[in-house]
Each structure stands twice: as C-alpha cells, then as structure tokens.
C-alpha cells in the first residue's frame, strides 16, 4: 500500500478528496495561509541554498588557503634553488679560477723542468770537465814530483861538483 498524504490526494482529486468517512471536512487555506507558506517554504528553499553556498565558502576558502599554502611553499622552493644555483655559479667560479691556477702552476713546472734539464746538462758536461781537470791535475802533480825530483838530484850534484871544485882548488 502507498502512503500519501492528504495534501497530495487533494491536489489530484480535487476538494473532495479532503473529506474522508467518519471524519469532519477540513477547512480549505485563506490565501493569507497560502501566502505564507510559500514564503516558508521560499524561506526554507532559500535557507538550503544559503547553507550550501556557505559550505561551498567553506571548501573554497579551505582549497585556496590549500592553494595559498602550495604556492608559497612552491616559492620557498624557487627562492632556495636560486640559492642553490647562485651558490652552484660561485663554485663553478671558484673551479674555473682554480683551473687557471692550475694551467698557470702546470706551465710552470714544465718551465722549471726544462730548466732543471738544462741545468742538470750542463752539471753534467762540468762534472766530465771536472773528471778531466782532475785527471790533467793529477798527471801534473805527477810531472811536478818528477820534476821536483829530478831538480833535487841535480841540485844535489851541483853540491856535489862545486864541494868537489872547491876540494880541488884549495
């Protein structure tokens, strides 16, 4: 069985339907009655759709101090990679400048090698000079102690002939 109520049965049977066995006939509404509960239900209409936008207020005002928050998160995290990327552009400054000393220290050191080269060539060819100046050196105090020998035997015979001159003379 289908439950209605009266006030549906009266629409669609018409005044007649408001009247049933046993029961008194209900008064039909003034206008005034009418007027007013159209304005409740207006009211109430109005009060649903007043909830609704306010709840609507309610989520949107949510979502966009969620959107608020992202974004300014989003530009913390832009403000610290340009952080990142300017500290990033200092270091490769630093890299580069470090690079250049580095080409400049490496220049450098193969002068100073070269020089070393150089020099050691040339302690080398004055070590073999030296070796043969010592050689020469030797040979010469060599040829000095003969010498020095041999004046030393004639000295001692020039002794010898002038004592043996002055033997004979006296």
């Known amino acids: ?37 159209k304005k409740q239900q207006k ?13 609507e207020r309610r989520k949107n005002a949510e979502s966009q101090r969620f959107r608020d928050l992202e974004l300014k998160q989003l530009k913390d995290q832009s403000k ?19 690079n250049h000393q580095l080409q400049n220290l490496k220049a ?20 073999d000079t030296h070796e043969i100046l010592c050689q020469q050196h030797a040979q010469l105090q060599a040829d000095h102690r003969i010498l020095q020998e041999k004046y030393h035997r004639t000295d001692q015979q020039a002794i010898i002939s002038r004592q043996e001159r002055n033997n004979t003379f006296q």
């Open 80 to 98: 610290m990679a340009d952080r990142e990327l300017g500290q990033t552009r200092d270091a490769m400054q630093l890299v580069q400048e470090e």
């Open 1 to 37: 069985m289908i439950k209605t109520s009266n006030r549906n049965i009266s629409n669609k049977l018409g005044s007649s339907a408001n009247t049933h066995v046993g029961m008194p006939k209900k008064s039909l509404l003034t206008s005034e009655e009418v007027q007013n509960r």
């Open 43 to 55: 009211q109430q209409s109005n009060d649903r759709l007043s909830s609704r936008i306010d709840e």
């Open 108 to 127: 450098r050191y193969n002068e100073l090698h070269l020089s070393h080269n150089q020099l050691q060539e040339k302690f080398n060819s004055l070590t």
